[in-house]
């Protein structure tokens, strides 16, 4: 039953597709109407749309280069023993310095059931954390090795906030204002890590 139906549509169809008489002057007059309603919705909700996207992937854009030089700080801080931390100058925010004071030495096995462990002293060595300007933006750089991204860090700062002198425990806040050269936003984000 069904197959009847179409088959006899498309006979339909083909023949009004085959006919010559072209359209009728009301037939062009309702469709240009009708188009001009539907076509400026239509327009509007695809420009909306395509807004929408563009402000979700450049938020998504930016918040991925914060997340990433937040990650490779953490990552270069897994790998480094530190002891504390200090400004690199009073008057800067955007700048702190790791200092590892000493490393752990184990003696040789001595034929007991533990190993001994000592402190040795060392020279004070030093990894730093610092926004430094390349060109027209700013980027984070730790211990001379910049950490790429499209984005421009100018404006972010870095401090810490100590509960002793020298600073052996802190709280160390990244407050990001994050923009890229492609876009007109910026956006502000934060993160804190203790130790």
């Known amino acids: 039953m069904t197959g009847n139906t179409v088959r006899r549509l498309m006979e339909k169809l083909k023949a009004k597709i085959s006919d010559n008489k072209g359209i009728t002057l009301i037939e062009l007059l309702v469709t240009l109407t009708i188009s001009s309603i539907l076509l400026p919705v239509t327009y509007g909700a695809m420009i909306t749309g395509y807004k929408v996207y563009e402000k979700v992937s450049i938020d998504a854009q930016l918040r991925e280069d914060a997340d990433y030089v937040s990650a490779m700080v953490m990552k270069n801080l897994y790998s480094y023993p530190f002891d504390s931390v200090k400004e690199c100058t009073p008057t800067s925010s955007n700048c702190i310095k790791f200092v ?42 730790f211990n001379g090795v910049i950490l790429e991204t499209p984005s421009d860090f100018t404006g972010s700062t870095i401090s810490t906030s100590c509960s002793s002198s020298p600073c052996e425990d802190a709280m160390i806040q990244l407050t990001y204002e994050v923009t890229h050269p492609r876009f007109n936003k910026t956006l502000q984000l934060e993160s804190n890590f203790g130790f």
């Open 100 to 141: 590892n004071n000493s490393e752990k030495k184990v003696a040789p096995y001595s034929g007991k059931s533990f190993y001994e462990v000592e402190d040795k002293a060392i020279q004070d060595d030093e990894q730093t954390l610092q926004l430094v300007q390349i060109g027209k933006k700013g980027q984070w750089s």
